[in-house]
């Protein structure tokens, strides 16, 4: 461990602060952002088109039987996995698109519920189902067990896929910008930092290091600073 590293040897190259982005490239950044929250938004909707299929398998509007299979709760059980993958998915294009382009936080509720949009899509995509199971009189209870079961699992998951869990906010990265104009960051694999310095102690034996501007490193989701190299000082 090279501890001993001093912190005092600052980059001079952190002096020139070359310009923010430009106008342009702020645009193409929004545009690229909308693609994935469009893209997002028609696979949550796909995902809610399955639980209405799900919803008239149960009440027996439709009867697959592909594949020679006839009993309807394999099929049930399908629409809910196809409705969850959808929804996971989508909740990923939506984080990306924050990544990109993140929301200002001056309104924290909202900056909340922006962010976790994918739960909202999550939850209204497959709560009911677990709902309408559980009310469902005609159903055999050895199968409302396995359906409830089923809907609950897939739902957590989502839930967990779903959530922002480190999200950053127009204001972190009109800061960073500011800080790192159109000079080079640095990040790892597994670390959530970026870095000025690529000789940074906390990233100088990674084995893969990428690099990019610090517009790349935020869509990357490394939008923490590396409290060694990149943390700002006042004075
Ligand atoms: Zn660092």
Redesign the pocket.
């Known amino acids: 461990m090279a501890k001993d590293s001093a912190p005092a040897e600052k980059k001079a190259s952190r002096a020139k602060k070359a310009p923010a982005e430009s106008f342009q490239d702020k645009q193409a950044r929004k545009s690229k952002a909308s693609g994935f929250r469009v893209g997002a938004v028609i696979l949550w909707l796909i995902a809610i088109g399955f639980e209405v299929v799900a919803i008239l398998l149960l009440n027996g509007q439709f009867n697959f039987r592909f594949f020679g299979i006839t009993d309807q709760m394999v099929w049930i059980i399908v629409a809910v996995v196809i409705d969850v993958i959808f929804v996971i998915i989508g909740s990923q294009l939506w984080k990306k698109s924050n990544d990109i382009d993140p929301a200002s936080e001056k309104n924290k509720v909202k900056f909340f519920l922006w962010n976790n949009m994918g739960v909202i899509a999550a939850i209204v995509a497959l709560a009911p189902l677990i709902v309408l199971f559980l009310k469902d009189k005609k159903l055999d209870p050895k199968k409302k067990k396995i359906l409830t079961a089923v809907a609950g699992v897939v739902l957590v998951l989502a839930i967990l896929f779903s959530v922002d869990w480190n999200p950053a906010s127009a204001e972190d990265l009109e800061a960073a910008q500011a800080e790192i104009g159109d000079g080079l960051v640095y990040w790892t694999a597994f670390g959530k930092?970026y870095?000025i310095?690529p000789d940074?102690h906390?990233?100088r034996n990674s084995a893969t290091k990428e690099s990019g501007t610090i517009e790349e490193a935020f869509e990357a989701k490394r939008n923490d600073p590396?409290d060694?190299?990149?943390l700002e000082e006042e004075g």
């Open positions: 930092s870095h310095d940074c906390t990233i590396c060694f190299c990149a």
